[in-house]
């Protein structure tokens, strides 16, 4: 999933772009998590997702604070894969997002589930899971199939 932000991505909106797998944004995007200045805590997975996207310190920054911070700020600390300027938003994500459909949808969901558990596992059980799941790609049709295009340079 890809979130592309072109405004404000506050509270709730932050935490939905959190739960995408990479995140876009125009310059005029504000992102943060305000939930504090309301007395209550992040509730859609603020806490656990922006601490593993962007480190334990800078998460609290933003959260025990409450305030917002500019794509260009996202950006620097990781929150934000790319700015793009606002007209070019919405069809540069669309041209990334073609870009990875290209590719083969298993290897994509099996390298997906390698980095989401690896962010909880230690690098042996990580590293084990990944020479695993590697065999399983190699077992594929579409394995076969875009291995002999490439060696045919198709």
């Given at each position: 999933m890809i979130?592309?932000v072109?405004?404000y ?6 935490e939905l772009a ?5 995140r876009?944004?125009s310059p ?13 805590c992040?509730g ?7 601490l593993?996207i ?9 959260i025990?604070s ?6 260009e700020?996202?950006?620097?600390m ?6 793009i300027p ?7 994500t669309?041209?990334y ?8 949808n298993f ?5 997906k589930m390698l980095?989401?558990?690896g962010?909880d596992a230690?690098l042996?059980t990580?590293?084990k899971?990944e020479?695993?799941?590697?065999a399983?790609?190699?077992?594929t049709k579409?394995?076969?199939e875009?291995?002999r295009k490439?060696v045919?340079?198709?």
């Amino acid at each position: 999933m890809i979130a592309a932000v072109n405004g404000y991505a506050l509270g709730g909106g932050c935490e939905l772009a959190l739960a995408c797998d990479i995140r876009f944004a125009s310059p005029n995007a504000q992102l943060g998590q305000p939930e504090v200045t309301l007395g209550i805590c992040p509730g859609w997975g603020g806490t656990q997702r922006l601490l593993r996207i962007i480190g334990p310190s800078r998460a609290k920054d933003l959260i025990f604070s409450g305030r917002k911070i500019t794509a260009e700020e996202a950006f620097s600390m990781g929150l934000i894969n790319k700015v793009i300027p606002s007209e070019n938003l919405l069809s540069e994500t669309r041209a990334y997002a073609k870009t990875i459909a290209k590719n083969s949808n298993f290897a994509i969901g099996i390298s997906k589930m390698l980095v989401n558990r690896g962010t909880d596992a230690n690098l042996d059980t990580g590293l084990k899971l990944e020479i695993y799941s590697w065999a399983v790609c190699f077992s594929t049709k579409d394995r076969e199939e875009r291995m002999r295009k490439f060696v045919e340079k198709k």
